[in-house]
């Protein structure tokens, strides 16, 4: 195994939807074909891979950390895939934009009868924030749906990309009998008796008499039709726009049927940008680099209360990754060793004796690791591009007990460095204020603020409108401006200067009166 060809078989990636269009169902059928979950849902055995994975258990268990599918890694013809699940469904938080860091590229899922939606739209709008390669799978084909020419008409206009069709559809609804493969010129036929998936039948073209043999005359008239038309109105598929996210591949299939999701997954395979060159404050890592670096996007506190222990997800960038590895912790400085980096498989999770770039280890730690640290084999690099967002909601906190606000201070922090909230101590006062990207997320700190650390909580509203980081060339000015402000201003986590304005218009005020310091909306993450 060479560090090339480990890259070059690397695909990591996300699934980006709006609830309900089938991400749930297409993931499970990825790892499916992935052999990373057998039907019945239990894992395979792997003789070596197993102890290894028993080991892990036996961690997990005394340390009692729990982690849930977020990274799910599964080989597939050769390539090794890495998807990482795109948490926030229904609550939007900032661990799915920070997952969309950790990707190559994503698929968006669609449901045929509904189209964009908003949630795809928005979380569209992160990844096109990056450039991000992204294809297309149009789902629940087995449905009766919108117009095939109608879709690809609103992906093209509403999200503003070139489309290419890779496979179109034969029928919908009932009358649902396949798609054509486009580029292969295959056809592709639903088997309605058994969720096998056939090889496709290869054709000369759609003028192929075979067509005629395998499907309804009206069927056959009608894809030719369509995809002289797909041919004439549609762009050629461009693999370089595609991977500078000016285009996208369309699939259309049936996730619950199993149908085009081997289309999808070996489209992903030949299609998808193997991983990236990262940016970092000091230069470029191309992940050929021999020596190991990479960043952490994610933190996951343990399930057990009675414990402090937190995974912190780890992508790596660059070189070869081995266990009990010395890695430099930038931030700190320090040397840390990793000793149990954990592979997230499927379901299942086992130690990782070794990872490539584009892969993610989990790395158990009792708080020292933080969203956006980096961790190299020695060079001091700060990798970039790990957003912390500006709350949309924010709220005071008080302990019922008053003898408690010192510990709560502490939950507080921790949360705050494991990227569950943003915490803000204002100059003046004495009290806390929390702010989140979804309202929902208050009632699930409160929560876990009461059975993790025993300290029962009321979050009340504030007169807050919103919250800027504030940053300025002139030390000097900042400081000013920070004097002139102090009963507007607080502290995050990291002690970063904050400025909290009560209203719209009082922020845009303070841009007017100070065009030296910038308020920002998102604080990169690097230290
Ligand atoms: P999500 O993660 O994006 O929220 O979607 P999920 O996969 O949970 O799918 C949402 C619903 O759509 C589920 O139905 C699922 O079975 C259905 N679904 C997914 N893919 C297809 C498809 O290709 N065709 C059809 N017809 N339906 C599909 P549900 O009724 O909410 O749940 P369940 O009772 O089926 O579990």
């Known amino acids: 195994m060479t560090l ?100 190559d590229s994503a698929v968006m899922v669609i449901d045929a009868a509904k189209g964009i939606e908003a949630q795809t739209r928005k979380l569209f709008e992160v990844c096109r924030l990056r450039d991000m390669p992204i294809a297309t799978f149009v789902n629940k084909l087995d449905r009766e749906g919108r117009d095939p020419f109608d879709l690809i008409d609103e992906i093209e206009q509403g999200l503003a990309l070139d489309v290419s069709p890779v496979t179109w559809p034969i029928g919908m609804g009932r009358n649902f009998l396949g798609v054509y493969d486009l580029r292969r010129d295959r056809l592709l036929l639903v088997d309605r008796k058994s969720d096998k998936v056939a090889d496709g039948e290869v054709c000369q073209g759609v003028d192929d008499p075979k067509i005629d043999r395998l499907l309804p005359a009206d069927a056959a008239a009608k894809l030719r039709e369509d995809v002289e038309m797909v041919r004439e109105l549609c ?5 370089q726009a595609y991977r500078e996210g000016t285009m996208t591949p369309v699939f259309f299939g049936s996730a619950i049927n199993n149908f085009g999701v081997r289309e999808l997954l070996a489209g992903i395979g030949e299609l998808a940008p193997p991983p990236r060159v990262q940016a970092s404050v000091e230069r470029k890592v191309t992940p050929d680099e021999p020596r190991a670096s990479g960043f952490v996007f994610k933190i996951q506190a343990n399930m057990d209360p009675k414990h402090r222990d937190r995974i912190a997800f780890f992508r790596l960038c660059s070189g070869r990754f081995r266990r009990g590895m010395k890695m430099l912790h930038v931030r700190t400085g320090k040397t840390m060793t990793i000793h149990n980096p954990v592979l997230f498989l499927a379901r299942d999770r086992e130690l990782a004796e070794e990872a490539w770039p584009g892969d993610i280890i989990g790395i158990p730690n009792h708080g020292s690791l933080r969203i956006g640290d980096s961790l190299t084999e020695g060079e001091s690099l700060r990798f970039t591009g790990i957003p912390s967002f500006a709350p949309e909601h924010l709220q005071t906190v008080r302990p019922e007990d008053p003898m ?124």
Do not use: C
């Open 235 to 239: 762009p050629q598929f461009d693999l």
């Open 404 to 527: 408690k606000a010192k510990h709560l201070g502490r939950a507080l922090e921790q949360l705050a460095e494991e990227g569950a909230a943003r915490v803000f101590k204002p100059v003046v006062g004495s009290e806390w204020i929390v702010g989140v990207v979804g309202v929902l997320q208050f009632d699930v700190l409160a929560d876990r603020i009461r059975t993790e650390y025993e300290i029962p909580v009321r979050f009340e509203p504030t007169s807050l409108h919103t919250a800027r980081w504030v940053e300025a060339e002139d030390p000097r000015l900042l400081k000013k401006f920070i004097d002139a402000n102090t009963a507007n201003m607080a502290e995050d986590h990291s002690g970063a200067p904050v400025f909290l304005a009560r209203n719209a218009w009082r922020l845009d005020k303070a841009q007017e009166d100070w065009p030296g310091v910038r308020f920002l909306k998102t604080k990169e993450q690097a230290w």
């Open 4 to 103: 090339e060809s480990e890259i070059a078989r690397r695909r990591t990636f996300a699934i980006i939807s709006h609830p309900d269009a089938g991400k749930t169902t297409l993931t499970e059928k990825l790892l499916l074909f992935g052999g990373a979950i057998q039907l019945a849902g239990a894992v395979k055995a792997r003789g070596d891979a197993r102890r290894a994975h028993s080991d892990w258990m036996k961690v997990e268990r005394e340390r009692g950390i729990s982690v849930t599918a977020s990274v799910m890694s599964f080989g597939y013809d050769g390539h090794m895939f890495n998807l990482l699940d795109t948490p926030g469904h229904e609550d939007f938080s900032e661990d799915t934009y920070r997952t969309l860091t950790a990707v």
